[in-house]
Nanobody, 115 residues
């Protein structure tokens, strides 16, 4: 494994919840900030949330109060709990590992929220 691997996406109705998971190689995960980004059709990739190696989270305004990012350092895994989902949350969700000046990206997982 040379990059993060996301899972947990799917189709959900508005108001529902999903939990995304991302497993990364130890050399990418340990001691580094991990993040979740998303890209909607026809739009640029945007930040959803990040979490430092010490567990300090940061959220985009669109995610505050609805999403929770967390990490399990023993499992090299970062999670994104998404509640109260809206159709605007639809997109491909990417996990990233910030190593120095570089972002290492996963392949993404599709999240579709129906109205």
């Amino acid at each position: 494994q040379v990059q993060p691997v996301e899972s947990g996406g799917g189709l959900v109705q508005a108001g529902g919840s999903l939990r995304l998971s991302c497993v990364a190689p130890g050399r990418l995960f340990s001691g580094n900030t991990m993040g979740w980004y998303r890209q909607a059709p026809g739009k640029q990739r945007e930040l959803v949330a990040t979490i430092t190696s010490g567990g300090y989270p940061n959220y985009a305004d669109s995610a505050k109060g609805r999403f929770t990012i967390s990490r399990d350092n023993a499992k090299n895994t970062v999670y994104l709990q998404m509640n109260s989902l809206k159709p605007d949350d639809t997109g491909v969700y990417y996990c990233s590992a910030l190593v120095g000046p570089f972002n290492y990206w996963g392949q993404g997982t599709q999240v579709t929220v129906s109205s």
